[in-house]
């Protein structure tokens, strides 16, 4: 019976990706805290993890060699949304500091289970493979 | 690795928030010039921001933030009858600068607030990595 590690590891090493861009995301809506006209975006972490899942891209799909790739959607990179604000600012910039940190807070802690569930995943694999 | 753009996106945060605190000192050092022309009195300088938005390496867009340059005030300078002044003109005015001395001190405190938002960041950016790069361990 072969390991497959695709299977082995699940939907965590997915996991992981988004968590990563969607830091990334969080990362430089505080660094644009202060830029006018500057809108906060985010990732809607759900259907990023469904269309991981799926395997689906969203660019439009491409049946024939002739057809031209739309350049729209690269594979699995998630949908980017931009964040309603409780409240407006003057300048146009929709960027909340506090609810920014504390959603990167909150990313970089979940970032940290699924490394921890990786982790743990590679154990049982080490320890199959060693059959102590 | 999306986590090592954070690096990037954030130290430009944090040189962003520098220039404005550099700029927020010369005001505040400046506060009390004087001169005797309109048109050499010091005016309040600040920077302006602007996100740097490129989609050329993924599919979503990634911004830094970046300084487009920094404007001078257009506020007018307040002008005092003083004679006897050193730099006093012909008709006896001297022209002090523009600068509000309290809105530079929020100005410094936001600056400030949101370079210690920028490291925080990057800490924990740091701390992720090194996690990942113990995966498996």
Not at chain 1, 5 to 18: K, N, P
Not at chain 1, 37 to 50: G, L, P, T
Not at chain 2, 9 to 15: C, E, K, P, T, V
């Amino acid at each position: 019976m072969p390991i497959n590690f695709d299977s082995a590891l699940g939907i965590h090493a997915d996991a992981l990706r988004v968590r990563s861009q969607r830091a990334e995301l969080l990362a430089s809506n505080l660094a644009n805290a202060d830029t006018p006209n500057y809108k906060a975006r985010d990732i809607d972490f759900q259907s990023a993890m469904k269309m991981a899942a799926s395997g689906q891209s969203t660019g439009m799909q491409t049946s024939h060699v002739n057809h031209i790739q739309s350049s729209g959607g690269q594979f699995n990179a998630p949908a980017v949304q931009f964040r309603t604000t409780m409240q407006d600012s003057l300048d146009g910039n929709t960027v909340d500091e506090q609810v920014e940190q504390a959603q990167f807070m909150q990313n970089s802690v979940q970032y940290q289970a699924s490394l921890n569930f990786l982790g743990a995943r590679f154990q049982g694999l080490l320890s199959a493979i060693r059959g102590e | 690795m999306s986590l090592f753009n954070i690096f990037d996106i954030a130290g430009s945060g944090m040189s962003a928030q520098s220039l404005r605190l550099n700029t927020t000192a010369s005001n505040l050092a400046n506060a009390d010039s004087v001169s005797s022309s309109v048109d050499q009195t010091y005016r309040t300088r600040s920077p302006v921001f602007s996100a740097v938005l490129d989609d050329a390496q993924q599919g979503y867009k990634q911004g830094s933030v970046q300084v487009k340059g920094i404007v001078e005030s257009q506020a007018p300078v307040r002008s005092e009858y003083n004679p006897s002044h050193p730099m006093a003109n012909q008709d006896g005015y001297v022209f002090h600068s523009n600068v509000d001395s309290i809105s530079e001190m929020a100005n410094m405190m936001s600056a400030s607030r949101s370079y210690q938002n920028n490291v925080e960041i990057a800490n924990t950016s740091k701390q992720l990595l090194l996690r990942t790069l113990q995966l498996g361990q």
